[in-house]
């Protein structure tokens, strides 16, 4: 199975801040790479696709990249409804495996 | 416009099974994979398996095999995932979450997640 980590785990930003989120895979999963955002007691929501494909509607101070074994996702200029928790996900074979998440707190 | 609409929450007793629905609207059911993700209390997201509408096929994680079945019911565009002999460690949000026709395969459409909570 593929593990995906996640890194790091939680983070501390102001608004305006520049984010990046990294997540590993234990092989290569080429660029089936897909980032959700998570609010609290609602359901995932899909960010970027393909690694670094922009999902219809998704503001562009969002953006990913990475192809292989390591991927970032980077969020230009943090704003006041971007603090959540992003997660990764592989889909390139299954188990389709999730990263451990990491939670954006406002500092 | 895409809709997925699971269940209402569920209380269940340790040993128990548990089934909840996913009912899709506004697309073609048998044309798009679902896949079913869980959420402990606090915790991150677990995929937990997939299902081909078109056909029924599934395919499961390893941590769940024997206790959980998938099924697709193309007359009432819903699909359903049970999940037997509950034990606490199960009380968790259940989503189901369609998956894109294109060959990226991310989840594009989620359900609101049903809550199961197993205690005696």
């Known amino acids: 199975d593929i593990q995906m980590t996640q890194s790091p785990s939680s983070l501390s930003a102001s608004v305006g801040d520049r984010v990046t989120i990294t997540c590993r895979a234990s092989?290569?999963?080429?660029?089936?790479l897909n980032w959700y955002q998570q609010k609290p007691g609602k359901a995932p929501k899909v960010l970027i696709y393909?690694?670094?494909s922009l999902q219809s509607g998704v503001p562009s101070r969002f953006s990913g990249s990475g192809s292989g074994t390591d991927f970032t996702l980077t969020i230009s200029s943090l704003q006041p409804e971007d603090f959540a928790t992003y997660y990764c996900q592989q889909s390139y074979r299954s188990p389709r495996s999730f990263g451990g998440g990491t939670k954006v707190e406002i500092k | 416009q895409v809709q997925l609409v699971q269940s209402g929450a569920e209380v269940k007793k340790p040993g128990a099974p548990v089934k909840v629905s996913c009912k899709a609207s506004g697309y073609t059911f048998t044309s798009y994979y679902m896949h079913w993700v869980r959420q402990a209390p606090g915790q991150g997201l677990e995929w937990m398996g997939v299902?081909?509408?078109?056909?029924?096929?599934?395919s499961y994680v390893q941590n769940f095999q024997g206790r959980i079945t998938m099924a697709s019911d193309t007359s009432t565009s819903t699909v359903y995932m049970e999940l037997s002999s509950l034990r606490s460690e199960d009380t968790a949000v259940y989503y189901c979450?369609?998956?894109?026709?294109?060959?990226?395969?991310?989840?594009?459409?989620w359900g609101q997640g049903t809550l199961v909570t197993v205690s005696s």
């Open positions: 092989q290569s999963i080429s660029n089936y």
């Open positions: 979450a369609r998956e894109t026709s294109g060959h990226t395969r991310e989840l594009d459409y």
């Open positions: 393909g690694a670094s």
């Open positions: 299902i081909n509408p078109s056909g029924g096929t599934t």
